[in-house]
């Protein structure tokens, strides 16, 4: 009998660094210049001229193939899905948005709030639902390091 769990993570965090100095960093081309768990992330070619695909390798040898769903500079958002994985997954699909905001008054004014969520098909287990969560925890801390460097 498996554990009913939510299909669905998100983690957020306060990164003390102006929207602009943290959006810069959310493009998927550049995930492995501030996620320490990347080995590289790069565009992968032909694949075709109206959609963006880049190939994440990760330091434990988990390739992913991930294509941008959205992507909005006005409202500070992307969306992606993976779309191939070595090794195969253990659940059919994932999307994945990230948000930022600007965080305009109070005492964290100047801040950015970023929101990571994953929505997963409902064959994911518990496992792969918490590993998403400090996957993402981690990539938070990762990029708020980065993005708070002068």
């Known amino acids: 009998m498996s554990i009913p769990t939510s299909a669905a993570v998100v983690e957020s965090a306060v ?3 102006p929207l602009s100095h943290v959006w810069h960093h ?11 768990a990347l080995k590289s992330s790069e565009f992968v070619k032909g694949v075709n001229n109206e959609t963006d ?8 040898g988990t390739e992913l193939d991930v294509k941008q769903e ?10 992606y899905s993976v779309i191939t994985a070595k090794p195969n997954l253990t659940y059919t699909s ?6 930022c ?19 997963f098909s409902t064959d994911a287990d518990a496992g792969v639902i918490e590993d998403a969560k400090f996957k993402r925890r ?5 990029l708020a390091k980065v993005a708070t460097k002068k």
């Open 70 to 79: 959205e992507h909005s500079t006005i409202n500070h958002y992307i969306t």
């Open 94 to 99: 994932v999307l994945s948005t990230i948000r």
């Open 101 to 119: 905001y600007a965080v305009t008054s109070g005492e964290l004014e100047g801040s950015t709030y970023i929101e990571w969520s994953g929505h």
């Open 138 to 142: 981690d990539a938070l801390a990762d």
């Open 53 to 60: 695909v880049v190939h994440w390798t990760f330091n434990d």
């Open 26 to 36: 959310i493009k998927l081309q550049n995930f492995s210049n501030f996620w320490s």
């Open 15 to 17: 990164i003390r660094a």
